[in-house]
């Protein structure tokens, strides 16, 4: 498939476009999704004092995510660097029950106390929340995300498998940005966008990854990362677990994102009795295939993978409520099941202080897990603001070592 070439660049397209910096592992790729003649997208990439800033105008007691959000969106614009009368502000939102529904008016409220009360905050769900506000997308924006998410799921945990094993520092790295350059090309010119190359793409990855000379005498323990969002595909969000974990040993599993992605069309989109629930149907099947060619292609190459989206919901069935839809949900829980049931024994929970999914569906549920399981160590820990990143790391250090 041929989908028009990129070819806008910050000067001619009509709004420049701030994107919280969400996902690490994803955004390499999926950022060229939101370029059009209407954005020009900038992926937050302030870091430093952004937490203190963030809380200077929002509450304190609101979700650790949003002070991020806000502090590093202040943050760049008080830079300079942009044209704050062409700055628009991104959200994206589950317009659901969590408090991720209500971030869009925090954010204008707290963008407006920082000084900037006519920069625009767009939404971007599919649901219409807020349809007046909605972020612009058309056909080969969403079809470019999908093939950002995919790629970039396979990369993320291609490259979390190797890098702890390899005998030439560098080498799972080094190929990791090899395939990012190469699909960013293809992202940009809008080439070989079809599903016959991602089969193709898929394998030629794994067996890139499975030619790195590595190292697997010592085994390594192997930590499986739960939790909300934004904690569990930024460092920002979960305070560096992934490099930690490394450092100290170990290897960690961050499960694909297209999993959250069939969830939530499952839990929200497919519900409805309209043409839009028909339409997500479509779509949830498709990403239900690639996913299965996905793991599929890990598998053979000697890679681990959770099961497919369906299989590992049908395994977590008595364990968790799948009613819990809100935010991450009961998807939450169920990764930690399939975790232990597939082997990584010890499951990390990272989630936001005061996130009541994660408490109710995550903490709250972690005890009744392991002992219907009769097997298995889960080990939650809160990062916000005011929490103690030493009592953080401890409580991983003792998930790793202690158990």
């Known amino acids: 498939m041929r989908l028009p070439r990129i070819k806008w660049d910050i000067n001619t397209a009509d709004s420049i476009l701030f994107v919280p910096a969400m996902l690490d592992m994803h955004f390499p790729l999926i950022k060229y ?15 430093d004092g952004i937490t203190d800033i963030g809380l200077k105008y929002i509450n304190h007691d609101m979700c650790y ?27 994206p939102t589950g317009a659901d029950a969590c408090r991720g529904a209500n971030y869009t008016g925090a954010l204008r409220k707290a963008i407006a106390l920082a000084g900037y009360p006519d920069v625009p905050v767009l939404t971007l769900n599919v649901r219409d929340y807020e349809p007046e506000s909605m972020m612009k997308f058309d056909f080969p924006m969403v079809w470019r995300a999908m093939f950002g ?80 969002l934004y904690v569990k595909y930024c460092h920002l969000g979960n305070w560096d677990v992934v490099d930690f974990v490394e450092k100290n040993g170990g290897e ?101 202080f005061g996130c009541m999914v994660n408490h109710c569906a995550g903490r709250g549920l972690y005890p009744s897990l392991t002992r219907k399981l009769k097997k298995g160590y889960i080990v939650s820990a809160d990062v916000d603001a005011s929490a103690s990143k030493l009592n953080y790391y401890n409580r991983l250090l003792m998930l790793m070592h202690g158990y």
């Open 65 to 91: 995510p949003l002070s991020q959000f806000v502090g590093s969106m202040a943050k760049t614009l008080d830079s300079g660097k942009y044209d704050v009368n062409r700055v628009k502000l991104l959200m």
């Open 252 to 352: 960690i599993h961050v499960n694909a994102l297209s999993y959250y992605a069939i969830y939530y069309m499952d839990t929200h989109m497919v519900r409805k009795h309209n043409l839009e629930a028909k339409g997500a149907k479509v779509l949830m099947k498709l990403l239900e295939l690639i996913q299965k060619d996905m793991i599929k292609a890990l598998r053979d190459y000697g890679f681990f993978s959770l099961p497919p989206y369906l299989e590992m919901k049908k395994e977590a069935h008595g364990f968790v409520n799948y009613n819990i839809r809100n935010a991450d949900g009961w998807l939450i829980g169920a990764e930690a099941v399939g975790y232990i049931k597939h082997g990584v024994d010890k499951v990390f929970a990272a989630q936001p």
């Open 149 to 228: 998410m995919f790629y970039c799921d396979i990369l993320m945990m291609l490259l979390y498998q190797t890098r702890p094993y390899e005998k030439i520092k560098g080498d799972a790295d080094r190929c990791w940005a090899k395939w990012i350059r190469r699909m960013s090309r293809d992202m940009k010119e809008g080439l070989n966008l079809s599903l016959a190359y991602m089969h193709r793409n898929f394998r030629l990855m794994c067996k890139d990854f499975a030619n790195i000379k590595v190292d697997k005498r010592k085994k390594k323990q192997v930590i499986g990362l739960v939790g909300e």
């Open 33 to 47: 999704a939101f370029y059009s003649k209407d954005y020009y997208p900038v992926v937050m990439s302030e870091e």
